[in-house]
């Protein structure tokens, strides 16, 4: 079963993907967070740059326009991509109020004729990743139908709908329909947050191409590698990854601001593998300098003790 990284707007750029095997490899293979059309500005040319990027990466599109989809796909292909994935996942309200994103999903009519455009001129294979609609999943098998009409090299679905966006219940017969009615490789995405919510999918869905893990993989980041291998998490291990990120940030990010917001942006996530560091953490958020900043991060992995997510997805599935 593979295990794939997801795309992670803000955070999961070339260094944090770079940083992430190294310390903890056993990914399959890392997605980068979406572009939109060829246009790349500097920093989207760092992150998918082949010299960034030794690892199995699929770079991520996002657009409503199979043209601009195209121009996106012949700047891919200038790096030396030979695979590319859609977006038709992403609930952002900026991004859905202009038919991108899961947005693409409100109209089936028009998905089919973007999927058209686009598989009917791309010259490599496209994946998908895709919620199941959008306000509710009453056309999730009509979308299902039109998915199956293309040559989709594998399908992505988080069993969300768009109105579900992160919190919202895990819709999991959508998902069992999309098992059943097709020949395309799927893969399971959604609240994979422990050993036993990994083997339950597994083991419900033995026939998947694999599974991606997201915003588990950032509170926890030896989750993929504990899930390959065993490797139980580390502290000594996970303070160095993090020490290992705040030097390479500190070598791309000009001041100690812009460095700040960046780690703080991290520890969002990963403050949630420690129990017992409210105060520490605390701290954290409010530095405004360097010193303050490591000062806190040192209590924390002193003081803090790493734990397990008290969640499951079963605590996420409508009418289980």
Known sequence: MKIYMAPIEGIGGHIYRSTLEEFFPGTDGYFAPFIGSGNLNNKEIE???????????????????????MEAVSRLMEFGYDHVNLNLGCPSGTVTS????????????????????????????????TRI?????????????????YPVSELTV?????KDFYKGPIHMEAFKYA???????????????????????????????GVMIGREELRRPWFIASLKTGQEPDRVRLRAFHDALLDRYAS???????????MKDLWAHLGEAFAGVDKPLKKLKKSTRLCDYSAA???????????????????YIANP
């Open 133 to 149: 609609g959008m306000d509710t999943y009453e056309n999730w098998e009509w979308i299902m139908q039109i998915f199956n009409s």
């Open 252 to 262: 791309e990010l000009s001041g100690e601001s812009h460095l700040l917001f960046k």
């Open 158 to 162: 988080h069993p969300r709908t768009r």
């Open 179 to 209: 098992c059943e009615h097709t020949d395309i490789p799927l893969v399971y995405n959604g609240e994979i947050r422990s050993r036993a919510d990994y083997d339950y999918v597994c083991d419900m869905f033995p026939d998947i191409s």
């Open 297 to 315: 991060v040192l209590e924390i992995f002193e003081n803090g003790e790493l734990t397990n997510d008290n969640l499951s997805l079963r605590d």
């Open 47 to 69: 992150d998918l740059k082949p010299e960034n990027n030794r690892l199995s990466l699929t770079p991520q599109v996002m657009s409503n326009n199979a043209d601009q989809f």
């Open 98 to 129: 202009k038919k991108r994103g899961a947005g693409a999903l409100e109209n089936p009519d028009e998905l089919d004729r973007l999927l058209c455009g686009i598989y009917g001129k791309c010259p490599i294979p496209v994946s998908i990743k």
